[in-house]
């Protein structure tokens, strides 16, 4: 099929909501990444969404509304503190998941009895999901594996020819997924870091616990909360390894292991001391503009062919955590301590 790239005017979501009412793919800008959305409610939709990003058939979507009343109709039941969550920081960057109402197929929720639901703040994300007058599910809308997309223009890298349309509403504001947290296990989970930080969520509901998979590999045997949890993600070809160390030492470890296509993801202003190609991903303390930059440069590494990048990750603070638990995937959790 012919992938249209739709503008952002009347014309452009008139034709979005149409595709998605007929039940086909829209890739939808949102402030975090693009989602590639479907009628969250008719599991045909639903299905062609893993078929088009070669998604695990065990991976859950989040399901997508633009406003707060549209989760009374697909969950079993709004406890006070996803009233809580919603107040502080919906429309944003936040997922909560709590037992599914029996209108979810199970397609979206991957035969689990919980559904993620998320109200973005993105103006176009919700145009689009108020023209077509339904919930969407929507996961990012990448290849399965690859980092998440930033821009119209990732989308259709890795899915043109897969997908009806993608809706071109210029870069998204933060850059990497949503905060996801579950209120269906007790004390509150953080599954999965994003903009919304963990020391915000605990501002609001107190006691929140950070799953152990945000900054560490799996183990053996333990079933992943998050099915996301479980696949290597936001790879690029190249390998990435995170060196840990002060800024002379990261310095001095990658230009003695200087080789051709050998690259480095660093902080703004590091590049002039290395002696190899170097994409600057934001200020040492600017973790915000890290995790806005930090897919785009993970794609451009493949572009130019990169076979090893050497990367600095921000302490696992703030958006900072984040940033590191994408960094952490991308490189399969591999760190070398230096000094
Ligand atoms: O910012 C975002 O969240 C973007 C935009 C498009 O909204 N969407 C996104 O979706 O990142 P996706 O599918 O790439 O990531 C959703 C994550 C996955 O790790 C999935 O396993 C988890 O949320 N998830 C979804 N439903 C779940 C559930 N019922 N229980 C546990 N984890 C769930
Ligand atoms: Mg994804």
Known sequence: MQTKTLKADDEGFACAAKILRGGGLVGIPTETVYGLAANALDGKAVSKIFAAKGRP?????????????QIYKLVAEVP??????????WPGPMTIILPKAACIPDEVSAGLPTVAIRFPSHPAAQRIIRESGLPLAAPSANTSGRPSPTTAQHVLHDLSGKIDAVLDGGPCGVGVESTVITLASNPPRLLRPGGITLEQLRSVLGTVEMDDAVLHPLKAGVRA??????YKHYSPKANVIILDGTDAQYKDYVNAHAAPHVM?????????????????YGGSQDDSAMAHELFDALREFDERGADTVYARCPAPQGVGLAVCNRLMRAAGFE?????
């Open 57 to 69: 058939g065990d991976n859950p979507l989040i399901v997508h509304i633009c406003e707060f009343d």
């Open 80 to 89: 006070e503190s996803a009233k809580k969550l919603a107040k502080a920081f």
């Open 225 to 230: 909360q998050s099915p996301g949890m479980k």
């Open 264 to 280: 480095a993801l660093c902080y703004d202003g590091d590049d002039k001391e290395l002696s190899v190609p170097a994409i600057c």
């Open 335 to 339: 760190v070398l301590h230096l000094g």
